[in-house]
């Protein structure tokens, strides 16, 4: 597990040095949408919380800059405010991430990892833990905490590369090429019972705890997320001119921005165009589309006559073993993702074609349900049965209950330690610049019960 801790965060900090060393100052600096922050920001929180829980709760150690918390603090400086603030300036984050994981580096060397894992009913919390470990070395959690904080931050950092105006900054090889799909457009799940959520996988994070049993009625999947071309038909069809698609705010929303196709693209001579990394070019039909917002997602679903899955559709789709009672790690198994599995890891910078990774699909045949894009479901974004937040309330306790819903599965900008098939992302049902996507589903019809088909 320490060999596992130490990689994860080399390379996340690799990750996070390609993202801040391709782009001159000013870009670092400046603040390319209000949605996101300054990268810079970002690359000295990185640094701040790493500080914070590796350095302070884990090793003990004397604060380097505690007058930075407060700056680096997200829920005390919303993102559109951040450039205002006096942020350490490029040189100086830089110089002040690497003493920190140069000291993480050591106290990793040195911690005792303890057996188990945090999150039981009375462990103590993160503000207990800077005075003791409180569960935070258990398994090494908190290293594999900070690795996924990071990754996660990369992944922001990513969204605000895309958001960049100006020359390409990025760049990472397509995807390999597959033949066109021509599987089954949907497949059964069956109804019954399935395990949700974790109480053993050691990095798993608060919210994807403890594991508990769920029913799922049998329903109807899409073997691949909802792709381009298809999505283009919703669009070509007038769906953005349609108010019966959509949810009451989906429409005030589209009707108030003027919004007419997903973020990034562009009609231009007859045929539509999208903005990727600086580059622009065709928006190619097999991928699965990216950048649409959950009121998006929810009205071509029911344009097309389906629905968006449930969050507890989507986990047992990609988690259960038919025959097996029990859910795996990842839709083809309890194996690590490889490249073979799945397109995670900024290893390419747009999704592979619809059907690829037959390696990485379900026993049920589902492909791609790791990786290429976040997948929204129906869900709100609440905590599971006997929920206990870990190793602080504002990591997922406090989103609790708002305005937001669940997406699923990660995208090709997730990094594969902080993704599983209990992880569970949130956002605000208006947003698009991140690199979600959706697949469909519907119920058994009743012909098809009362035929034996499930």
């Given at each position: ?46 640094g701040n919380q790493e ?7 884990v090793g003990g150690r ?166 381009n071309g298809a999505y ?223």
């Open positions: 597990m320490r060999r596992r801790a130490r990689a994860a965060l080399v390379a996340a900090r690799e990750r996070t040095a390609l993202l801040t060393s391709c782009v001159e100052d000013a870009d670092l600096t400046a603040q390319h949408s209000p949605l996101m922050s300054p990268l810079v920001w970002d690359l000295a929180h990185i500080e914070q829980w590796l350095l302070r709760a004397d604060a380097l800059r505690p007058e930075i918390d407060s700056l680096y603090d997200a829920f005390e400086h919303p993102r559109a405010a951040r450039p205002s603030l006096p942020l350490l300036p490029p040189d100086e984050a830089r110089r002040y991430a690497a003493e920190v994981r140069g000291r993480a580096l050591d106290v990793l060397e040195s911690t005792r990892f303890t057996p188990g894992t945090p999150f039981t009913p009375g462990t103590p919390s993160a503000h207990d833990g800077a005075h003791g470990h409180g569960g935070l070395t258990d398994a090494g959690f908190a290293f594999g905490m900070i690795a996924q904080h990071e990754q996660q931050h990369d992944e922001t950092m990513l969204i605000t590369h895309q958001l960049r105006k100006g020359a390409p900054a990025l760049t990472a090889p397509d995807p390999e090429p597959v033949p066109a799909y021509d599987g089954p457009s949907e497949v059964l799940v069956p109804g019954g019972p399935f395990t949700m959520g974790t109480s053993t996988e050691p990095w798993a994070l608060d919210n994807e705890r403890p594991a508990h049993r769920r029913q799922v009625a049998p329903f109807f999947l899409d073997t691949t997320p909802v792709t283009q038909r919703f669009v070509d069809d007038g769906g953005y001119d349609e108010p019966r698609w959509w949810h009451e705010r989906g429409w005030e929303t589209v009707r108030a921005h003027g919004i007419t196709a997903p973020l990034f693209w562009r009609r231009e001579g007859g045929q539509w165009l999208r903005r990727r990394f600086g580059h622009v070019e065709p928006v190619p039909a097999d991928e699965p589309v990216v950048h649409v917002s959950w009121y998006e997602a929810d009205a071509y679903a029911r344009w097309a006559g389906r629905r968006l899955p449930t969050e507890a559709e989507w986990e047992k789709a990609a988690r259960h073993r038919p025959g097996e009672d029990r859910s795996a790690r990842y839709p083809w198994g309890d194996e690590d993702p490889t490249p073979r599995h799945a397109n995670l890891g900024q290893r390419h910078l747009r999704p592979a074609p619809a059907g690829s990774y037959p390696r990485g699909a379900s026993p049920l045949g589902i492909r791609q349900l790791m990786g290429d894009v976040w997948e929204w479901t129906a869900s709100d974004f609440l905590p599971y049965p006997g929920f206990v937040a870990f190793p602080y309330r504002e990591y997922s306790e406090v989103f609790f209950g708002g305005d937001y819903k669940v997406l699923r599965g990660g995208a090709f900008s997730v990094d594969a330690v902080a993704c599983r098939g209990t992880f569970r992302n949130w956002d605000h049902p208006v947003r698009r610049q991140i690199f979600s996507g959706f697949r469909t589903a519907r119920d058994v019809t009743a012909a098809e019960s009362a035929a034996g088909l499930v």
